[in-house]
């Protein structure tokens, strides 16, 4: 099973400012790695697929690097709505396996 | 536009079983395979089970392995999870979320809403 580890756990931030969210994978992927936005009691909604390819209709101040077992998911100039648990997901091979979560929150 | 819409949670007692189901619409349900993903009470996500686009292959997660079954059924565009031998650890929201591909697996571009699953004496 390939394990993803996530960093932060918890991040509080100033609307405006940036946040890098790193994943790491127990062994490469290489761009198998999607991006994931869970706000409050909602479903996850798709952000960022294959490491770097914005999903349709994000807002262009997401964006995702990376290839092999190191990813970033970067939110440029943070906004209130951007409030929110990011997870990554591999899907290089099964069982399928997600990261433990990003917590971000607006000061 | 695509709508996944779960349906058959309840509070169960372990051991005893409990189906859910997930109505497809807006899409062309054949053409995608579909999986479940569950999320424990203020826990992360946990992927559970997929099954292809034909229901030619199916793979589970070990935790859930020889005790769920996920089926689909073509004609009413309906996703299933039959669980058996319910354990207190299963308690958990399950979304169904259909992948962008029709087989292999990538992607989950669309969840639905998630129905919630209490297992428990």
């Known amino acids: 099973e390939i394990v993803l580890t996530q960093s932060p756990d918890f991040q509080s931030v100033t609307p405006k400012e940036r946040v890098t969210i790193t994943c790491r994978a127990s062994?490469?992927?290489?761009?198998?790695l999607h991006w994931y936005q869970q706000k409050g009691d909602q479903s996850p909604k798709l952000l960022i697929t294959y490491a770097s390819q914005s999903f349709s209709g994000v807002p262009s101040r997401f964006s995702g690097s990376g290839s092999g077992t190191d990813f970033t998911l970067t939110i440029n100039s943070l906004e209130a709505e951007d409030a929110a648990t990011y997870y990554c997901?591999?899907?290089?091979?099964?069982?399928?396996?997600f990261g433990p979560g990003t917590k971000v929150a607006i000061k | 536009q695509v709508q996944l819409v779960e349906s058959g949670g309840g509070v169960v007692q372990p051991g005893r079983s409990l189906s859910l189901s997930c109505a497809a619409s807006?899409?062309?349900?054949?053409?995608?395979?579909m999986h479940w993903v569950r999320q424990a009470p203020g826990k992360g996500l946990e992927w559970v089970a997929v099954?292809?686009?034909?229901?030619?292959?199916?793979k589970y997660a070990d935790s859930v392995k020889g005790r769920f079954t996920i089926s689909r059924d073509r004609s009413k565009n309906t996703l299933n999870l039959q669980m058996n031998s319910l354990r207190v650890e299963d308690t958990a929201i399950y979304f169904c979320?259909?992948?962008?591909?029709?087989?292999?697996?990538?992607?989950?571009?669309?969840w639905g809403q998630g129905t919630l699953v209490t297992v428990s004496s």
């Open positions: 807006g899409f062309s349900f054949r053409n995608y395979a």
């Open positions: 997901h591999q899907s290089l091979s099964y069982p399928f396996t």
């Open positions: 099954i292809w686009h034909d229901g030619s292959n199916v």
């Open positions: 062994q490469s992927i290489g761009s198998n």
């Open positions: 979320a259909r992948d962008a591909r029709a087989a292999a697996g990538t992607y989950l571009d669309n």
